[in-house]
């Protein structure tokens, strides 16, 4: 975990990880063949029983239980559900 010792927000200093350090935990901890790199999303539909369905510019389709998006600022993920 990153530390911000300049953050004064409780809150806020444990919820910040700078991308890369947040990439790396994710390459070093899930299968790789369930992380999906260079695909621009399309669409995401949330089922709370289901999961997550998601759908890419490229017509693939991707299913999970969670959807961990960390794409940056402008997170299109974000974009999508939180418009």
């Known amino acids: 975990m990153d530390t911000h010792d300049n953050v004064t927000e409780y809150l806020h ?3 910040r990880y700078h991308r890369a350090h947040l990439q790396q935990a994710l390459l070093e901890n899930v299968a790789r063949d ?11 539909d949330v089922d709370p029983k289901a999961g997550v369905t998601l759908e890419f510019e490229d017509g693939t389709i991707a299913t999970a239980d969670v959807l961990l998006g960390a794409d940056g600022l402008r997170s ?8």
């Open 13 to 15: 200093q444990t919820a």
């Open 34 to 44: 369930i992380i999906h790199l260079r695909k621009k999303l399309v669409s995401v």
């Open 76 to 83: 299109v993920g974000s974009q999508i559900l939180c418009p």
